[in-house]
């Protein structure tokens, strides 16, 4: 999930497959993760989120995945649909108190092929 | 019915132009920011607000100003537009009291592209 100059790692799969998208966050104290997706023309939306008291969440038909140890995020979507072409970010925060801080993933463009 | 409303949705602008980009939330949150988006960067905060009393500078707020007119409403202005400023820019809300979700949970408007010539 991480970008390399002005481009967005991309990711092209077949409709009806399922989708294996990547993060590598940085805060080692965050403890509260979101995915959002991003349409084209659009503002992010929330797809699923997870604590870091917990290493899997399923949602319908997304699962993310989290480790700890190696500081990574993934966000699985299954049976593909080309609605769900989009560019999808993960985002990290450490919660409690007064905090606000969103830090935001680069992104990965999802192109589902029909 | 979108919750959150940007204005305008595009602008074209000139070179030391002053610019300033509205933002309306309808979900009575308290919690108000402006980032901004580049092709490869993902989300940058420019600026927050906790509620109207409340501004705070987030990590690009050189060249930008805000204004929290009301708990509904917070403006985002260019106060001599510089190229490098041509982004898509986002306003977002989020309420710390929000039941079945972490409070951190931002809701984000449309969206507003600024191109600054």
């Known amino acids: 999930g991480e970008s390399v100059g002005l481009h967005l790692p991309t990711l092209s799969v077949q409709e009806g497959d399922n989708s294996i998208i990547n993060c590598a966050y940085s805060n080692s104290a965050s403890d509260y993760f979101i995915w959002y997706k991003q349409e084209s023309g659009k503002g992010p939306q929330f797809i699923i989120d997870i604590r870091s008291n917990m290493d899997k969440r399923q949602g319908q038909r997304v699962t993310v995945l989290l480790n700890k140890t190696v500081k990574h995020l993934s966000l699985q979507i299954a049976a593909t649909q080309p609605g769900d072409s989009a560019v999808y970010f993960c985002a990290e925060t450490v919660s409690g108190g007064s905090n606000y801080k969103l830090t935001f993933g680069k992104g990965t463009l999802l192109t589902v092929n029909p | 019915d979108a919750d959150v409303t940007q204005t305008p949705r595009n602008r074209i602008t000139k070179t030391g132009k002053r610019i300033m980009l509205e933002c309306s939330q309808t979900k009575g949150h308290d919690r108000m920011y402006w980032y901004r988006q580049d092709p490869g960067l993902g989300l940058r905060l420019i600026y927050y607000?906790?509620?109207?009393?409340?501004?705070n500078k987030g990590e690009i707020s050189d060249g930008y100003s805000v204004s929290r007119q009301a708990q509904a409403k917070f403006s985002l202005s260019l106060e001599s537009a510089i190229p490098n400023q041509t982004a898509l820019y986002f306003c977002?809300?989020?309420?710390?009291?929000?039941?079945?979700?972490?409070?951190?949970?931002?809701?984000f408007g449309p969206g507003t592209r600024l191109t600054v010539l």
């Open positions: 977002a809300t989020s309420d710390p009291g929000l039941a079945g979700r972490s409070y951190n949970e931002q809701f």
């Open positions: 607000s906790f509620d109207v009393k409340d501004i």
